[in-house]
């Protein structure tokens, strides 16, 4: 499956010339190329180890974490131009400006956010410990709230939903009351910052997106789910066939700078309309089978450990940003957290269910040994029996 998708993504470009403009070809390919050796990397790599890995989504999470912070740094400082220039139009949402970040336009910064909030909340103390790891959520929630991303507000949503149904080895009673207790932190620090320039913000975002009813979250969400893609459809006049072998760059659109075709905001459509079946079935199959077999473990009475759900919310988060139109492997940053993800799991788990199966093997035999070197003991007045 992982070479099905390897030969889909060199297969785009080929296609891709049979349907544009050389121009625009010129335009596309570099954007679209950038991520493929860091993709192949990924799939020949054959060190993967649960400490490095364990460093890999550390790092992540602080540079998310850092690039929540540039917005911020922006309401306050202004606009950082290499920000603008690069990663983001210049826009307003409700009379205020919005800003890029560190890790690229708001839509990246939501779905990344996303994917930190997921690793944080579902992968126990692993990757940091406790307190630092509720003052980086708190954090991230925040400065997402900042963002004026309808897709973090639903994120964060999902992220704390997520957690208190299958997230944690503690019960569901106490998994609800720990994401109250994450709110009410983080209510507190926005009361402290109730007065500052950030305050507007986290009201505006908070009342857009849920003032009165969802309607305003559904509405965009039946768009994506067909409307904006058809109109994709319809303008490139696209053909059965065309959905078999795929159309190549143009339905991506401004993900690869060709900002003048339409874009389906869809991720699932991004991969069919642009790879074909074949594309969006191989990348669907390389993450869906994670969660599958978290999923098969516990079915077999296995104990899920806080890899499995790490991963398996990694993947679900995934799953769930792509339906919005959120970052895939076309962007640098989540390019690394998907891919580093899909092929770490086998060799992070099978090193951990090893280490596990060693230290419980190494108790049993101390516990038995123990037992066979205990001194007899004779009690005074048992006569000959041996306590």
Not at 95 to 100: M, N, R, S
Not at 144 to 173: H, M, P, Q, R
Not at 286 to 311: E, F, N, Q, T, V
């Amino acid at each position: 499956m992982a070479l099905l998708f390897l030969v889909s993504l060199v297969w785009i470009p080929f296609v891709s010339m049979g349907h544009m403009e050389m121009g625009d070809y010129i335009t596309a390919f570099p954007r679209y190329f950038v991520t493929f050796p860091f993709i192949l990397f990924c799939f020949l790599y054959r060190e993967y180890r649960y400490e490095f890995v364990k460093q890999i989504f550390r790092i992540v999470c602080v540079f998310i974490t850092v690039s929540v912070l540039s917005v911020p740094y922006q309401i306050v400082f202004g606009r950082v131009s290499f920000f603008a220039e690069t990663f983001a139009e210049i826009g307003y949402r409700e009379g205020l400006e919005k800003y890029a970040s560190l890790a690229g336009s708001m839509v990246a910064l939501g779905s990344l956010g996303a994917l930190s909030l997921g690793l944080l909340i579902s992968a126990g103390d692993i990757l940091f410990t406790k307190s630092k790891k509720t003052l980086l959520i708190i954090i991230t929630v925040l400065g997402l709230l900042t963002t004026l991303s309808k897709a973090a507000v639903v994120n964060i949503a999902i992220c704390f939903v997520a957690y208190v149904f299958i997230g944690g080895e503690d019960g569901l009673i106490r998994r609800s009351l720990t994401i109250i207790g994450v709110c009410l932190l983080t209510y507190g620090s926005y009361s402290v910052l109730r007065g500052s320039q950030f305050a507007p913000y986290i009201n505006t975002i908070v009342s857009y997106s849920l003032s009165g009813s969802s309607f305003r979250i559904e509405q965009d969400l039946m768009q994506r789910i067909w409307a904006l893609p058809s109109l994709v459809i319809k303008y490139h006049d696209m053909r059965f066939l065309d959905f078999v072998s795929g159309f190549g760059f143009s339905p991506l659109s401004g993900t690869v700078g060709l900002s003048k075709f339409p874009m389906a905001h869809n991720i699932y459509f991004d991969l069919l309309l642009s790879g074909g079946t074949l594309h969006l079935v191989s990348y669907l199959a390389l993450m869906i089978r994670i969660p599958l077999k978290a999923i098969h473990k516990r079915l077999r009475g296995i104990k899920i450990s806080s890899i499995d759900r790490g991963y398996s919310m990694t993947i679900a988060l995934l799953l769930v940003n792509m339906l919005i139109g959120g970052d895939s492997f076309y962007q640098p940053i989540a390019t690394v957290v998907i891919f580093v993800t899909i092929c770490s799991y086998d060799a992070v788990t099978r090193e951990v269910d090893f280490s596990m199966r060693r230290l419980l093997s190494e108790q049993k035999e101390t516990l038995i040994a123990g037992y066979s070197v205990q001194p007899e003991v004779t009690g005074r007045g048992m006569g000959r029996d041996k306590g």
